[in-house]
């Protein structure tokens, strides 16, 4: 089997940001043509720091900038003069600093539209979906129109009060900030009848949705305000302790994510209860899920929140085995691909195997002149799923053009010649090996460089915003992707 990675703001589109309209489903029929059966995407929350998707305002929440536009226009909700003013945005990449307020804008334009349509059936639908989302929805939405009041600032800086959720001050807030509440129930309940809508369609043409959910969430999110006592926090509401990886082949420092970490035991005695309901929502929204940072389901890297970087930090235990049975009792098998990258200890490894989930495999990985290395294609497990590369690396013609020619040698050596499309070769590796599904990144199959890359860790602004034109998604290459598929058996499937 076979997929593409392409997260949804990367599609290309008329409003400066991919969206759920027209070209996702076109992008789906592209990938029927191609013979891929999975769309992988990154997490689709409402981005916060950074506009990264590993840090959003909620686990739980969609993000608002891929809503379509022109179906809500489609739907009455928008006129041809609520777009007047919409600014001319760059077709290669996403300005958010410019996407934010236009989109938000429109939408707010649509949310008024809505309210004075005094359609009762859409009126019915939001309660309805307001009814069965009250877990987080409530709280996601009081939590935004709070952040809005507060000029954007993180809910620590909040009066004291709305901080720690006196319920006073909350109720307080909920009548005077009724109207943004409901704004953010309504956004929400339109990002999810489009994403439905448009997965659906995905699964009739034979086509999977794979998402991604990252094991922490941001500090400064409806989770953790509205749920302090899972987390390490000081009485301000501050994390005492963050996430991070140590020192490996992405950074020399490792990496300080700045996510607070979980008290693991007061989840135990919550019976694990957030995890379900997060778990139990993300499969109504995905065919299959990617975990990312699989290893912190066994410990996790630990750094305490004075420390500028990662090097002092520790391994914590956690009951991984005991959480992924609760969630096998509670929500049945669970479609889970387990991101087994970075520094993984047999424990890890035992525990990925037990709960029966795939790993990963990176080819750009592979070529460090160990025959051993766990990368090269001839040392995969079929229960295994092979990327030419994730959001995190270089695009593979970046990757081959920043190597030494000692390493560019170990690539030739392994292909068997030298005179060779790099980012083809590397494709057919990952297609040519008996890892049950191969992943490739689209801006791989293009060929593109490493201005095209989604994301380097460790640089804090100019990530995220990679998009691709319509012209990239033609028929020519459409079919040589079929080709591969069909010449690596992986149209089988």
């Given at each position: 089997m076979a997929g593409v990675l392409l997260h949804p703001t990367s599609l290309p589109g008329a409003f400066g940001i991919g969206e759920l309209g027209g070209e996702a489903y076109r992008f789906v029929d592209w990938l029927v043509r191609a013979g891929q059966k999975v769309w992988q995407v990154l997490p689709l929350g409402p981005t916060g720091f950074a506009d990264s998707p590993y840090s959003a305002f909620s686990a739980f929440a969609g993000n608002p900038l891929l809503i379509s536009l022109q179906r809500l226009q489609d739907e009455g909700l928008l006129t041809w003069d609520d777009f007047v003013d919409y600014p001319f945005l760059p077709e290669d990449r996403v300005d958010y600093g410019a996407v934010i307020p236009a989109k938000m804008g429109v939408l707010r334009l649509a949310y008024e539209r809505w309210k004075s349509q005094g359609d009762e059936e859409a009126k019915r639908g939001l309660e309805h979906f307001r009814e069965q989302h009250t877990f987080w929805l409530e709280d996601f939405a009081l939590f935004m129109a709070l952040k809005e009041a507060y000029g954007g600032r993180a809910w620590t800086e909040w009066d004291r009060d709305l901080a720690h959720r006196n319920p006073d001050a909350l109720n307080r807030a909920r009548r005077e900030l009724a109207d943004e509440v409901q704004f953010h129930r309504f956004v929400q309940y339109c990002f999810?009848?489009?994403?439905?809508?448009?997965?659906?369609?995905?699964?009739?043409?034979?086509?999977?949705?794979?998402?991604?959910?990252?094991?922490?969430?941001?500090?400064?999110?409806?989770?953790?305000?509205?749920?302090?006592?899972?987390?390490?926090?000081?009485?301000?509401?501050?994390?005492?302790?963050?996430?991070?990886?140590?020192?490996?082949?992405?950074?020399?420092?490792?990496?300080?994510?700045?996510?607070?970490?979980?008290?693991?035991?007061?989840?135990?005695?919550?019976?694990?209860?957030?995890?379900?309901?997060?778990?139990?929502?993300?499969?109504?929204?995905?065919?299959?899920?990617?975990?990312?940072?699989?290893?912190?389901?066994?410990?996790?890297?630990?750094?305490?929140?004075?420390?500028?970087?990662?090097?002092?930090?520790?391994?914590?235990?956690?009951?991984?085995?005991?959480?992924?049975?609760?969630?096998?009792?509670?929500?049945?098998?669970?479609?889970?691909?387990?991101?087994?990258?970075?520094?993984?200890?047999?424990?890890?490894?035992?525990?990925?195997?037990?709960?029966?989930?795939?790993?990963?495999?990176?080819?750009?990985?592979?070529?460090?002149?160990?025959?051993?290395?766990?990368?090269l294609p001839y040392n995969y497990e079929p229960d295994t799923v092979v990327y030419t590369g994730t959001h995190d690396n270089d695009t593979l013609v970046g990757w081959f053009n920043g190597l030494s020619e000692e390493e560019k040698r170990r690539v030739y050596d392994y292909v068997g010649r030298e005179d060779i499309s790099v980012h083809w070769e590397m494709i057919r590796l990952a297609y040519a090996s008996v890892a049950r599904l191969a992943i490739v990144p689209l801006q791989d199959w293009l060929g593109l460089g490493s201005g095209a890359r989604m994301n380097q860790p460790g640089r804090e602004a100019g990530n995220w915003q990679w998009r691709c034109r319509r012209e990239h998604l033609n028929e020519g290459l459409a079919q040589a992707i079929a080709k591969m598929c069909a010449v690596y058996g992986r149209d089988r499937y």
């Amino acid at each position: 089997m076979a997929g593409v990675l392409l997260h949804p703001t990367s599609l290309p589109g008329a409003f400066g940001i991919g969206e759920l309209g027209g070209e996702a489903y076109r992008f789906v029929d592209w990938l029927v043509r191609a013979g891929q059966k999975v769309w992988q995407v990154l997490p689709l929350g409402p981005t916060g720091f950074a506009d990264s998707p590993y840090s959003a305002f909620s686990a739980f929440a969609g993000n608002p900038l891929l809503i379509s536009l022109q179906r809500l226009q489609d739907e009455g909700l928008l006129t041809w003069d609520d777009f007047v003013d919409y600014p001319f945005l760059p077709e290669d990449r996403v300005d958010y600093g410019a996407v934010i307020p236009a989109k938000m804008g429109v939408l707010r334009l649509a949310y008024e539209r809505w309210k004075s349509q005094g359609d009762e059936e859409a009126k019915r639908g939001l309660e309805h979906f307001r009814e069965q989302h009250t877990f987080w929805l409530e709280d996601f939405a009081l939590f935004m129109a709070l952040k809005e009041a507060y000029g954007g600032r993180a809910w620590t800086e909040w009066d004291r009060d709305l901080a720690h959720r006196n319920p006073d001050a909350l109720n307080r807030a909920r009548r005077e900030l009724a109207d943004e509440v409901q704004f953010h129930r309504f956004v929400q309940y339109c990002f999810a009848r489009q994403w439905s809508d448009l997965k659906r369609y995905a699964n009739a043409q034979g086509v999977l949705i794979m998402g991604d959910m990252p094991i922490f969430v941001a500090h400064d999110s409806t989770d953790v305000w509205a749920k302090p006592e899972m987390f390490y926090l000081d009485e301000d509401g501050n994390p005492t302790f963050v996430a991070g990886v140590p020192p490996d082949y992405f950074s020399p420092t490792g990496q300080r994510w700045g996510n607070p970490v979980y008290r693991w035991e007061v989840m135990k005695e919550q019976g694990y209860r957030w995890w379900i309901e997060r778990f139990r929502w993300t499969l109504q929204m995905m065919d299959i899920v990617r975990v990312d940072h699989f290893r912190g389901f066994s410990a996790y890297w630990q750094v305490p929140a004075s420390e500028p970087t990662a090097v002092k930090g520790r391994w914590v235990k956690v009951p991984g085995r005991e959480l992924f049975r609760t969630l096998q009792r509670e929500l049945g098998e669970l479609p889970i691909v387990a991101e087994d990258l970075g520094t993984i200890t047999p424990d890890v490894t035992r525990l990925r195997k037990g709960l029966g989930f795939p790993g990963m495999r990176v080819l750009q990985f592979a070529f460090d002149g160990d025959p051993n290395n766990l990368y090269l294609p001839y040392n995969y497990e079929p229960d295994t799923v092979v990327y030419t590369g994730t959001h995190d690396n270089d695009t593979l013609v970046g990757w081959f053009n920043g190597l030494s020619e000692e390493e560019k040698r170990r690539v030739y050596d392994y292909v068997g010649r030298e005179d060779i499309s790099v980012h083809w070769e590397m494709i057919r590796l990952a297609y040519a090996s008996v890892a049950r599904l191969a992943i490739v990144p689209l801006q791989d199959w293009l060929g593109l460089g490493s201005g095209a890359r989604m994301n380097q860790p460790g640089r804090e602004a100019g990530n995220w915003q990679w998009r691709c034109r319509r012209e990239h998604l033609n028929e020519g290459l459409a079919q040589a992707i079929a080709k591969m598929c069909a010449v690596y058996g992986r149209d089988r499937y």
